[in-house]
């Protein structure tokens, strides 16, 4: 073996994952260390009852190529499945009301179903036209999706609608994200074409003859769920670590929470953020590592299709003002048909994380009832014939305001030294192909550099 490619990468989620395969393929020898007793991170897939559970993230941006790449690489391609579109809801004022037609991540972009929308006011559709008239609200320094959203759109657009959709993505509160972090296309359209309606209206592409719009899924998935991509790149590591926290980094060297210490290369950090700082013990690690993150509760519940009621789609965000614990609702089987076995219906429903601190302690049966009594409040659910609570504690990394600069900080700082890099959720997006990206762009580096060193 190559001594310049012995490389430890820090932690077995997507992100170290694809990291551990990057780095195989260009002939390293790999090491991994991960904390907890499986690897996966906060990919978890479970199988139930011929159901296919998904703890943690259920599918991916189809649009963003790097993943799709490496799930063709491995030979899983046969196994994509695209996720099912139809009517979205919405839960505003003690009802689920149809999303509008046309509306792209909350921004409309059809005149008609707007016009005839119940979701909004008339005077709220008037103050959302204003955004054809308006001047543009981004002028070079970073604002938070709430400012951005209600200067163009107004304030019940962003309420009934951007809102519930858009912070669910990052589990979130649009006054804290950074437009520049989260949804930077929002300022390139508004840019370009300085009305966001108009701008949504150019990029979306008028549906093609002979697709059906149900076809028309905008997520990619695994027919047997994300946890066989996870099983996929398992090859790539030639010694894991399970049940092994890692203590510190230095240039070039491993310490772990029992105090041993290993040499290595180069070393690729791919933990949780809040990870980060005390591993590297860099203040603009530790910057990164104190930014907010929050919590969130998933229950999965298994039911007869008829015990669900009936409705046409996939499901529903819910409006904050509504003062229900839910945030949204997936029917997942029926956005994704292959979680669930013949006339049978599985939901995923989200607790928001003010409820978190309270339910946290308490056992997965309490909080299933308490969420199946919020899930009751808006639609008809009889008995389940099982349910799965996943608790997902301080893991969203929020993307603040000014997130930009605390990563480039962190990144000059971290080139700084030698062997070392960072990649995953913290710094350029949550997104599983965001973390894919990530990690391959770090090992380049890292072969970059041991290019020079050779
Ligand atoms: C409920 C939920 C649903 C989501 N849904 C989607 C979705 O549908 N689509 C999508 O694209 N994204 C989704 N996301 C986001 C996406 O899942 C995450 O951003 C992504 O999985 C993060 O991967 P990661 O490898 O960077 O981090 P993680 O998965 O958190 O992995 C980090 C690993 O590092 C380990 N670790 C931490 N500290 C140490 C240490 N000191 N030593 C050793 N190991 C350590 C941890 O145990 C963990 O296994 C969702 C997130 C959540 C929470």
């Not at 010694?239 to 092994?244: D, G, I």
């Not at 029926?334 to 995923?348: G, N, S, T, V």
């Amino acid at each position: 073996m190559n001594r310049l490619n012995n490389i430890a990468i820090i932690g077995g989620g997507i992100t170290g994952m694809a990291a551990a395969y990057y780095a195989k393929q260009a002939g390293a020898h790999v090491t991994m260390y991960e904390s907890s007793d499986r690897i996966g991170g906060k990919i978890k897939t479970v199988y139930r009852d011929g159901f296919v559970l998904e703890c943690g993230p259920d599918g991916y941006m189809a649009r963003k190529p790097t993943l799709t790449e490496l799930i063709t690489e491995l030979g899983l391609d046969d196994d994509l499945v695209r996720s099912m579109t139809g009517t979205s809801y919405i839960y505003v004022r003690n009802q689920l009301r149809q999303m509008p037609a046309g509306s792209v991540m909350g921004i409309p972009t059809k005149f008609w179903p707007m016009v005839k929308t119940d979701l909004f006011t008339w005077r709220g559709k008037l103050r959302a036209g204003m955004d054809l008239v308006l001047p543009r609200v981004y002028t070079g320094t970073d604002i938070s999706l709430d400012t951005f959203f209600r200067t163009r759109l107004g304030s019940e657009v962003v309420e009934a609608m951007i809102e519930p959709l858009l912070s669910g993505i990052y589990n979130g509160t649009l006054d804290d994200m950074s437009i520049e972090s989260t949804f930077p296309q929002f300022i390139t359209i508004e840019q370009k074409t300085r009305s966001l309606i108009l701008g949504m209206k150019a990029l979306t592409p008028p549906v093609q003859a002979g697709v059906k719009p149900r076809e028309a899924g905008k997520f990619l998935s695994l027919q047997q769920g994300l946890g066989v991509l996870i099983e996929a790149l398992r090859p790539s590591i030639d010694r894991l670590y399970t049940e092994t926290k890692v203590a510190s980094v230095r240039a070039h060297e491993v310490t772990l929470a029992d105090g041993t210490t290993e040499s290595f290369d180069s070393i690729i950090l791919a933990t949780s953020p809040n990870a980060l700082g005390p591993i590297l013990g860099l203040q603009e690690a530790e910057k990164l590592s104190e930014l907010k993150r929050t919590s969130s509760i998933t229950v999965l519940a298994a039911f007869d299709e008829k015990e669900v009621a009936a409705l046409d789609g996939t499901g529903y965000v819910i409006a904050k003002a509504e003062g229900n614990a839910l945030t949204a609702c997936s029917w997942m089987h029926k956005k994704w048909p292959h979680m669930a076995p013949k006339h049978k219906a599985l939901l995923r429903v989200y607790i928001g994380s003010e409820y978190v601190p309270d339910l946290l302690a308490k056992s997965d049966e309490t909080i299933a009832g308490f969420a199946l009594r919020e899930l009751r409040k808006i639609q008809h659910v009889g008995t389940p014939i099982f349910t799965k609570v996943e608790r997902h504690i301080d893991t969203m990394p929020q993307y603040e305001v000014g997130h930009k600069q605390y990563v480039r900080a962190f990144e000059e700082r971290l080139s700084t030294l030698d062997g070392v890099e960072a990649c995953g959720a913290i710094l350029h997006g949550v997104g599983l192909p965001d973390c894919v990206d990530s990690a391959k762009q770090a090992v380049a580096r890292v072969m970059a550099g041991q290019a020079v060193s050779v």
